[in-house]
């Protein structure tokens, strides 16, 4: 059995997995699977529509909200994001915190103007760009962060006020790992692949009142309007992935909601943290102290022969997804929803142990 600490697709809940297995052949006793019924039958509207409103209960939106429930993954709403609401002769502000901020800034400039506002490019990428004093143009379109760098594992714990510019936010690698304060923001996506579900489906929340501002002009496929006029269900949706979702929505619900998965993801990022920060140096956290992620947890060893011992003994030891982001090398756990506290447990005495014996 793996522990796994994969950065995405990452773990699900293996109650979820299990349920999912029970249900695939005949969903709830009609005698078809869910991956072979109509996106327009009741029982998959069922599904599609309390996905939706877990996601809106579960982070407090408040009714002028709408939750959009699209392909494409995280990388269309790079694009999708400015081509619907940096129209012309517009700028669009952007926090540079690391490699997917700064992906969402080239597919932006691609489509109009835009202005960094802050930027960890001097810092490298670990530690955040600082959100206090950002001096944002009041006619900005649009200001847009990353909350969870997933690479460089450095997370931001609170969000500016940006007055009448509205904020949007890519929340792919923390989306539901804590509480938010959702009315802060005017846009928040994210791909379901790391606390939420399978890769395939990506959730859009949405002011409703922005809408209106999205030109007609657009193809209907990239328009936020298009979607939400259709409920989601403008063309077929990536319904066993919404499946999966509403599965691990009502799991989350069951395990006491967002302040219990932000009080366990604190305890096994802290046990990680611990040994890396006890170790006398033999492993160092990449990301400032500051910064650092719940989520993805980076760090590594100042010899790359011990490192790659470490990786080669951790996945012998089934560790699995261990290994950093190609970008950025060393060593990455992430602790996602579905990762439980043994698991992290495990590894933090493995990696004890390691120093024990390579100290
Ligand atoms: N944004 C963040 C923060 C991510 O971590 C990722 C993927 O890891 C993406 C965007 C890209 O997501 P997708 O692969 O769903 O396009």
């Known amino acids: 059995y793996a522990y796994n600490f994969n950065a995405g697709p990452g773990a699900l809940p293996s109650e979820v997995l299990q349920e999912a297995q029970e ?3 005949n969903f709830q006793g009609i005698g078809a699977s869910i991956l072979e019924m109509s996106h327009r039958s009741k029982p998959y509207e069922a599904i599609h529509n309390e996905a939706q409103q877990l996601i809106k209960e579960l982070l407090e939106l408040s009714s002028d909200y709408d939750v959009l429930l699209l392909p494409g993954g995280a990388s269309a709403q790079f694009c999708m994001v400015p081509i619907n609401f940096l129209t012309k002769g517009k700028t669009a502000g952007y926090v540079n915190s690391g490699t997917w901020s700064g992906k969402a800034w080239k597919e932006a ?15 490298y990428f670990k530690r955040l760009p600082d959100l206090n004093n950002l001096g944002i143009p009041r006619e900005l379109a649009y200001v847009h962060l990353t909350s969870n760098e997933t690479i460089g594992g450095i997370q931001y714990k609170s969000f500016p006020d940006t007055g009448d510019v509205p904020l949007f936010a890519d929340m792919s690698s923390d989306i539901m790992s804590r509480p938010i304060e959702a009315s802060k923001f005017a846009l928040i996506y994210a791909g379901a692949q790391k606390n939420i579900g399978p890769a395939g489906v990506t959730i859009v929340i949405v002011h409703r009142p922005l809408l209106e501002r999205i030109p007609e002009a657009i193809p209907d496929m990239l328009s936020y309007n298009v979607h939400a006029k259709h409920n989601s269900l403008f063309n077929t949706p990536p319904v066993f992935s919404v499946y999966m979702v509403n599965l691990v929505l009502k799991w989350i619900v069951n395990q006491g ?25 033999f ?10 992620s719940m989520m993805n947890i980076t760090f590594g060893i100042s010899s790359p022969e011990i490192e790659n011992k470490l990786l080669v003994e951790l996945e012998q030891e089934g560790f699995m997804g261990l290994k950093g982001h190609r970008d950025a090398g060393h060593l990455r756990a992430s602790v996602y929803n579905a990762v439980p506290y043994e698991h992290c447990k495990t590894l933090a005495e493995f990696l004890a142990d390691f120093q024990k014996r390579n100290g």
């Open 23 to 25: 249900e695939l052949h």
């Open 109 to 123: 400039q691609k489509i109009g103007k835009t202005l960094v506002l802050a930027s960890g490019e001097k810092e």
């Open 257 to 281: 909601g967002l302040p219990e998965m932000a009080a366990r993801n604190r305890q096994k990022a802290d046990l990680l943290y611990h040994v890396i920060d006890t170790s006398g140096g």
């Open 283 to 292: 492993y160092r956290g990449l990301a400032h102290k500051d910064s650092r």
